[in-house]
């Protein structure tokens, strides 16, 4: 069995982003930070993520003592270390002298130092000098006891468009297509006349140049997913000779530069931050798409993740930056335990003086005090992180329902000139499915196309635009052996390179859902149609829906109630094989969706973790042999409790109604009789 990545630090991990490289000049600020990570109860680090200036000031001299100093310190304090590569921000010296380093934006422009991310993957010297780097700080802390994890660059981001990047591409696309005469067939470059002659006329999309081509898009994103993962794995060949230990980078909300499922690959295990938009009142919404990407990343690879950055209070870099509300830092942090993260960690501990993220949240202050309402909730926090100890490496409950996400079909979409003309990136649909199951408290695993369907009761397919080759055949053949498809509108309509698929739609599904040849719609913000489901309820449509040309699925759910397809059928249901799929329309809107998921899980005899409907508001998650239950309503919210259960965070009886903001843990046990 292969070890936790996390077993070198005792019970969950609490910590932060620490930066004493910008108080090398304050040793009396340092020695304080010790005392109060104590006080705070953390228990690990992230240290020099961006600290190559303080590492290198000069090309090829180095200052190492300054981080000796601290890792000695923090581990005399048993704090334990997640040690950075310094890759994602260069110093000055190295652009000022190797200026094939700074990126080129898509208009051609070289920029200058400056900001961050804003370096060419490509660039033979970035690699060499990230490697050297790298190299030093393996074989000086890759020994050292407090070292426990690595730390891999910061939130991988963007493209480069420099004549590295583009003779790259063209090697990608030699080796993807062999000639050019099948690049051009699988592009339909025939389209306007833009059939190339040669590799060497390709250059990368671009507002200068070629826009109308989406199978290029495509593929410029599949190629900078892999220039990525390429220079992922030149810092882990520099780190492995001499560190051992386990390496992750930390990834972002819902990201759409890169494929992170390939990004997955190159690491021992996943981390991303966690930024969301929270406000006073109800946090359903806001906190249900959080609790979404914290499934997709423990998804990636079916284990346990580490939420490597949040905030203790506050962002700078919303539209409006507002504080968390009482009760909701210990509520937020437990929603990605119980979604499978590995610990809460915090960007970022200590508040700079200067730079843009002076304001940015932080556990200590610009006035230092530990007897402030942040700091309290964050020791809180870590307390209940100690009493929780027993979840560290436990599975969340298994997943009963699958939804398929997948990053390549989701491109395509993006760049599909149709429906709301650009705008048609399913992610927000995505949102609204895991919605209507966060609220009843339902499981959810989200993959892609190349996941294994056979352990799930239900697969989901939102507007799953890209069928790859292959995929409607696996589909059927889940559905014929007694699974159960819940398909979309707007799905099955493009192949693997994003070509139209030939013949009728859904490709491959129109006999499994009863439904050929969807023609789509979309609607002006002023129009108005609705879908009336068997028992009268009335449901408006949110901006896209389909008239099928033809439906012969015996199970007629809801029609359109009003324009010129009314009577048409919207929602219908097709026994195949032994299994049976389900067809959707149209995008409803939320609580038409929730109406319609209801009678899904209802068939199919699936329930949330809480024994009885959830109030508004209230979410429930399991883990181990526990459960979480979180008023996100914004208001108090009655449980509905027939006899008092015990939380195990406080040891009281969960109090009922259950405040806003507030969290309790039950043991499942106890629940069995609630």
């Known amino acids: 069995m292969t070890p936790s990545p996390f077993s070198a630090v005792p019970g969950l991990l609490h910590g932060a982003d620490y930066n004493p490289d910008q108080w090398l000049d304050r040793p009396d600020i340092l020695a304080r930070d010790i005392e109060l990570m104590k006080k705070a109860r953390v228990n690990c680090v992230s240290l020099g993520i961006f600290s190559w200036s303080a590492l290198e ?65 490509t660039s033979p010297v970035y690699r060499q000098k990230t490697a050297l780097i790298d190299g030093m700080l393996a074989k000086r802390y890759g020994g050292h006891p407090g070292v426990v994890l690595w730390h891999i660059g910061n939130e991988f981001s963007g493209d480069c468009y420099c004549p590295l990047c583009k003779n790259a591409f063209r090697e990608w696309l030699k080796k993807k297509y062999g000639t050019v005469e099948e690049l051009n067939r699988r592009w339909w470059t025939s389209f306007w006349s833009h059939t190339y002659s040669s590799f060497d006329q390709v250059d990368p999309p671009s507002p200068l140049g070629e826009t109308s081509i989406p199978s290029m898009q495509v593929d410029w994103r599949r190629f900078s997913t892999d220039q990525c993962a390429s220079f992922i794995r030149n810092e882990r060949k520099a780190l492995r000779q001499y560190a051992p230990q386990p390496a992750t980078i930390n990834m972002m909300w819902s990201f759409l530069d890169y494929d992170y499922a390939v990004l997955a690959r190159e690491v021992d295990f996943v981390s991303w931050d966690c930024y969301p938009r929270l406000k006073s009142g109800n946090n359903l919404m806001v906190l249900s798409e959080a609790c979404m990407n914290h499934d997709y990343m423990r998804s990636l690879k079916d284990a346990p993740f580490l939420m490597m950055e949040s905030t203790p209070s506050k962002v700078n870099w919303h539209t409006v930056n507002q504080l968390k509300r009482p009760g909701m830092h210990l509520t937020s942090s437990l929603l990605s335990v119980f979604c499978g993260s590995e610990g809460v960690m915090y960007f970022q501990w200590r508040k700079g003086r200067g730079g843009s993220e002076a304001f940015h949240g932080a556990v200590v202050g610009h006035d230092g005090r530990e007897d402030t309402r942040v700091f309290r909730d964050v020791a809180h926090t870590g307390e209940m992180l100690e009493k929780l100890s027993s979840l560290k490496g436990a599975p969340v409950d298994p997943a009963r329902v699958l939804i398929l996400w997948d990053q390549q079909s989701r491109w395509c979409a993006c760049f599909a000139q149709t429906g709301l003309g650009g705008r048609m990136d399913p992610l927000p649909v995505l949102q609204s499915h ?52 819940f398909h979309t509108c707007f799905g099955g309509v493009v192949d693997g390179d994003d070509l139209c698929w030939l013949g009728p739609t859904p490709h491959g599904l129109t006999d499994v859902l009863g439904v050929r040849d969807p023609d789509l719609d979309a609607l002006y913000p002023e129009e108005e149609v609705c ?80 024994p009885r409907p959830l109030p508004e508001g209230v979410a429930a998650l399991g883990r181990g042999q526990m459960v979480l239950v979180a008023n996100l309503s914004g208001a108090d919210a009655s449980l509905g409790l027939e006899f008092p259960l015990t939380d195990l965070l406080t040891g009281a009886p969960v109090p009922d109604p259950l405040p806003a903001n507030a969290c309790a843990v039950i043991r499942k046990e106890d629940l069995k009789h609630a």
């Not at 895991?434 to 507007?463: H, I, N, Q």
Request: charged fraction near 30%; charge should be negative; aromatic fraction near 12%.
């Open 434 to 485: 895991y919605l209507a199951l966060f609220k009843k408290g339902v499981r959810v695993d989200l993959k892609g196309m190349d996941a294994d369907l056979k352990s799930y009761d239900l697969v989901v397919c939102p507007e799953t635009f890209q069928f790859r080759e292959g995929f409607a055949e696996r589909l059927r053949d889940y559905v014929r052996s007694g699974g159960h498809l």
């Open 57 to 121: 000031p000069e090309e090829g001299v180095f200052r190492f003592e300054w981080m000796d100093r601290v890792i000695d310190s923090l581990y005399d304090a048993g704090i334990s270390v997640d040690l950075a590569t310094p890759s994602g921000a260069r110093p000055a010296w190295l652009a000022e002298k190797y200026p094939e380093v700074l990126r080129v934006d898509r208009e051609g422009r070289r920029h200058a130092f400056g900001g961050r991310h804003n370096h060419c993957l």
């Open 531 to 610: 879908i009336r489901l068997e028992d009268g309820q009335c449901f408006r449509v949110d901006q896209i829906c389909e008239y099928p040309e033809e439906v012969t699925a015996p199970r007629i759910l809801g029609v359109y109630d009003s324009d010129f397809m009314k009577g048409t059928p919207a929602f219908t249901y097709a026994p195949f094989g032994a299994g049976g799929a389900w067809y959707l329309a149209a995008r409803p809107e939320q609580k038409g969706l929730d109406a319609v998921y209801g009678r899904i899980l209802e068939a199919l005899g699936i329930r949330g973790v809480w």
